[in-house]
């Protein structure tokens, strides 16, 4: 038994490996607060987007919800008005920042893979400093689907083509396999 291990509350389980999933364990509870939250403020008629059903179509669009959060609480502010700035951060980004790069990613589309429809556009890392990259899916005339797991918006750009998959569950594992969390694993 290491030193690490011999101080542990847990026994078998470093203090880092215990923080680790404490960080899980919390990042999932917030993920359900936040729903609930989102449920409520639907329910009051509070809401611009019905946000549940876009968190269970766009995973990533909760993580970049949780790291507003961790931007943005303070022991001082009262935990559901915090969620609410976050909620309300969300649908400005959804409404202002999502169109735009739609608009911009079709545009590109139609002029030079016109052969491609676009499906799904997910932010490409959660980092803010990376709030201009995103991945494409999109599905080919021929019945094929591809994923460009680098659009730069600042630039308008495509890249890192993975082409000739089967199927859209196809796109969301190329998707998720290449998507930034933070976690260092």
């Not at 303070?74 to 980004?93: C, F, P, R």
Request: some cysteine; glycine content about 4%; hydrophobic content about 30%.
């Amino acid at each position: 038994m290491d030193h690490n291990e011999k101080n542990s509350i847990v026994p078998g389980l470093t203090p880092m490996e215990i923080e680790k999933i404490y960080r899980m364990q919390y990042k999932i509870h917030w993920g359900e607060d936040f729903v609930d939250r989102c449920n409520d403020r639907r329910m009051e008629g509070q809401c611009r987007y019905d946000l549940p059903d876009i968190l269970a179509e766009d995973k990533d669009l909760l993580n970049t919800a949780y790291e507003l959060y961790c931007r943005s609480k303070d022991s001082n502010i009262a935990y559901n008005l915090t969620l609410d700035a976050v909620i309300d951060g969300i649908e400005k980004w959804i409404a202002n920042d999502m169109s735009d790069v739609l608009e911009q990613v079709e545009r590109y589309f139609a002029e030079n893979l016109p052969k491609y429809k676009v499906l799904k556009i997910r932010r490409q890392s959660y980092h803010p400093e990376d709030d201009y990259l995103y991945m494409v899916s999109a599905k080919k005339d021929d019945g094929t689907y591809a994923v460009w797991t680098c659009w730069n918006q600042s630039i308008k750009s495509l890249n890192c083509g993975h082409y000739d998959l089967s199927s859209e569950e196809d796109c969301e594992k190329v998707m998720d396999g290449s998507y930034f969390s933070g976690d260092l694993e």
